[in-house]
């Protein structure tokens, strides 16, 4: 019997772990047993530099001790709990003894989760705005329901470093009973291993190899997970379940989780409860006697509407839904069984197969400033710079179809009209000028005010890096020094990348891949 408890605690993050497995149920080889998990981590929130709160603007965009000494009453809080049962025998039990049978265990495991985002404690004092910090996106609590069938065939001389045998193992995930996620995820595994050289020592020369082939798609769609409002979902399937490729124990010469398609995303603005005011940001200060219609300029419809307003085109990741991956080495002992070296060869591919339907996510709606500039830029022809912090303003002025005067980030009004850059430019001619503003007599700047929320379109059929051509692979030498007690090798990592990505401009956009030709890492464990 093995009775396991694992426990992890910081200031911002806490894991427990408690599990129990029976290894032979009546002296029979039949294994069972269950295991319960929870899960807390305090993050900062991506409304945090749109709020008033100090602190929490501080511990974000300060040193590291502000970062680790904010309170957590200004930090958002990420939940999980659940617990798993599973069992597992061999075929034999099962079938008449032979030596298929007696090779092949076949097992299933149930789990129960849910997961879920809490708002900062500052935000349930509405008396106190000042620490108040915006959520942008919120989430509800997600249940996740899976059954989980494998099946195993090992004929391996050893589980930790063999010298010859095989195994096969296939693997069925189905997420949807009585949860809001709906996935299926299949998984097949082999590899073998060959003696080479000194077939009869006990630490021989061996050639080894393991192929991984998996996929993961979504049957059907839950209302939670389709209002999820984010990018926690991609095509219906958790983006954390999604492949992504690269680590030590996958393509060694890349970085972690730095294979993956990229899809870009459009951002549009929606915008309501529109007025001009005096004030750029803070109080709205109307400006009074205009017609309502007026303002009509600066209320922008989102993705498809007859008034779009749109961002610059950024990337994300978003992992594969399908993925391929080839390990090969050949393993020298050197000093017994503590050093030896490995030359190796990874090679594989995340990509999609399935998933082509863009996504929608919107924000929740928040007063436009600072909420607006917190986005990034927008080109603006009309600009010194060429570009603009995004506003109502900037944004109703910076349209293509515009002729809008912008004046210092605000637009011109003359009586109850707006005017247009020629109409400026003439009174400027003409003259004279209010000392004031510095504008021409009659002339007014104003600003465009309310409420905006970002709707950002993932397009999922245009993904980069997305086939399954789009390959990447590693070649190299390993040395491995192995670790008593623990069991474990510690590996110098020599790496060559001859598909290595080159820092470069993508539809206007700058990739940094970060990836080398050549690569040196240190790490702990074994690939396969």
Do not use: H, W
């Amino acid at each position: 019997e093995i009775l396991s408890l694992n426990l992890s605690a910081g200031n911002r993050q806490r894991y427990l772990q408690l599990s129990f497995t029976e290894p032979y149920i009546k002296n029979r080889p039949i294994t069972a047993g269950f295991s319960v998990f929870g899960y807390t981590q305090k993050f900062f929130g991506e409304g945090t530099f749109l709020s008033q709160n100090l602190e929490a603007q501080q511990g974000l965009g300060g040193t590291e001790l502000d970062f680790l000494s904010v309170s957590d009453e200004n930090l958002f809080t990420r939940t999980s709990y659940g617990g798993s049962v599973f069992a597992s025998a061999p075929l034999s039990e099962f079938y008449r003894k032979r030596r298929f049978t007696q090779f092949s265990r076949v097992g299933l495991s149930y789990q129960f989760s849910t997961s879920s985002v809490t708002d900062p404690e500052v935000n349930q004092d509405p008396e106190n705005p000042a620490s108040f910090i915006p959520v942008i996106y919120a989430q509800e609590s997600i249940i996740t329901s899976r059954l989980t069938g494998s099946f195993n065939y090992d004929t391996r001389n050893a589980s930790v470093d063999p010298t010859s045998g095989r195994e096969f193992s296939v693997q069925l995930a189905v997420a949807g009973l009585a949860g809001d996620v709906r996935t299926y995820q299949p998984t097949i595994q082999y590899s073998q291993f060959f003696p080479v050289r000194r077939k009869r020592s006990e630490r021989p020369e061996v050639f080894g190899f393991r192929i991984i082939a998996g996929t993961v798609g979504s049957f059907a769609t839950s209302s939670k997970v389709r209002n999820a409002q984010s990018l926690a979902f991609v095509d219906g399937v958790p983006i954390f379940e999604r492949f992504f490729l690269g680590d030590e124990f996958s393509i060694r010469g890349y970085n972690v989780r730095s294979i993956s398609p990229l899809a870009p995303l459009d951002t549009f603005i929606t915008s309501r409860n529109v007025v001009f005011s005096t004030t750029p940001a803070g109080a709205i200060e109307a400006v009074p006697n205009l017609p309502a219609s007026l303002a009509n300029v600066g209320v922008f419809t989102g993705v498809g509407g007859s008034n779009p307003a749109q961002l610059p085109r950024s990337f994300t990741p978003i992992g594969a839904d399908t993925q391929i991956l080839g390990n090969f080495e050949y393993r020298i002992p050197v000093i017994g069984n503590t050093v030896g070296l490995a030359a190796f060869a990874d090679i594989g591919s995340a990509f999609n197969i399935r998933s082509k339907n863009d996504q929608i996510f919107n924000s929740n709606f928040l007063p436009d400033q600072p909420f607006l500039s917190s986005v990034g830029v927008v080109p603006c022809p009309r600009s010194e710079t060429g570009f603009e912090f995004p506003t109502l303003t900037t944004l109703a002025a910076c349209n293509a179809n515009s002729q809008l005067a912008l004046v210092a980030g605000g637009l011109v009004l003359r009586d109850t009209r707006l005017v247009t850059t020629e109409e400026l430019e003439n009174a400027r001619n003409n003259g004279p000028f209010d000392p004031i503003t510095g504008l021409p007599f009659g002339f007014q700047r104003v600003f465009l005010r309310g409420e905006a929320q970002t709707n950002t379109a993932v397009r999922l059929s245009e993904s980069l890096f997305s086939k399954l051509g789009d390959y990447r692979a590693s070649l190299g030498m390993e040395v491995r020094v192995q670790v008593p007690v623990i069991n474990v090798p510690f590996r110098l990592i020599f790496a060559y990348n001859p598909k290595a990505r080159e820092n470069q401009i993508i539809d206007g956009f700058p990739f940094i891949f970060n990836e080398k030709k050549r690569v040196i890492r240190f790490s702990v464990g074994r690939t396969f």
